[in-house]
């Protein structure tokens, strides 16, 4: 069965710090990979999204970046926090377009 | 741009009472739907799903039902449980072949 893990689970940072936010998909191969941000509210606002190694679509223009070193690897970067980036990072998978996803457990980033 | 949303922010329901949560998509070509319960401080977990051939489908106490003629869809959680409180979300795909997600109703399940 597949699992996806997503770490650390909270994480509290200084404004200006580096962020790297993991998430690893177990098996299964070539699956489409989602990083997502909840704020305060319950929305759910699409971050990132990657059909394939190297392959980062972006929706929305932030300080935020995305890669994908492996298939099965998605990497979530920041150079420079800001107060804004604080939320509840999500990560998901799915098979291919037009099928469910399947989300991590959350980071909870505190920017202070 | 396709839209999915929520009538109710909030819900409260009695416990052993159904509930019913009711969700509105803007696009027409949406051709799949899911239910998402979020607890707090955890991922969306999958509830149910519903593709655009069906009009209603039904698993362990829970119903969805699509109409696509007024673009709408419904969770109804039978015999509501305190386990059940939690913040529900409908998501869809369209044409974009993306999943979009409405704004989430809080369920609260009262003694």
């Known amino acids: 069965s597949q699992t996806i893990h997503q770490w650390p689970a909270t994480l509290v940072q200084p404004v200006g710090s580096p962020l790297s936010l993991e998430c690893t998909v177990e098996g299964t191969s070539n699956p489409n990979l989602y990083w997502y941000r909840q704020a305060a509210g319950r929305g759910l606002q699409l971050l990132f999204y990657s059909v394939g190694i190297g392959q980062i679509s972006s929706e929305v223009p932030q300080n935020l970046s995305a890669s994908r070193p492996q298939d099965r690897q998605f990497i979530l970067s920041s150079k420079k926090l800001l107060l804004s980036d604080s939320g509840f990072y999500l990560c998901?998978?799915?098979f291919g377009q037009g099928n469910g996803y399947t989300f991590g457990s959350g980071t909870r980033l505190t920017v202070v | 741009g396709e839209s999915v949303g929520l009538h109710l922010p909030t819900l409260s329901v009695q416990e052993g009472d159904n509930s019913i949560i009711n969700c509105a998509y803007s696009n027409s070509a949406s051709d799949y739907f899911i239910w998402y319960k979020q607890e707090s401080g955890k991922g969306p977990q999958f509830i149910i799903d519903?593709?655009?051939?069906?009009d209603k489908r039904q698993g362990q106490r829970v119903t969805v039902l699509l109409n696509k003629t007024v673009k709408h869809l419904s969770l109804q959680i039978a015999a509501t449980q305190p386990g059940d409180s939690a913040v529900y979300f409908c998501a869809g795909i369209g044409s974009a072949r993306q999943l979009t997600f409405g704004s989430g109703t809080q369920l609260t399940v009262l003694p």
């Open positions: 998901a998978w799915s």
């Open positions: 519903i593709r655009s051939n069906m």
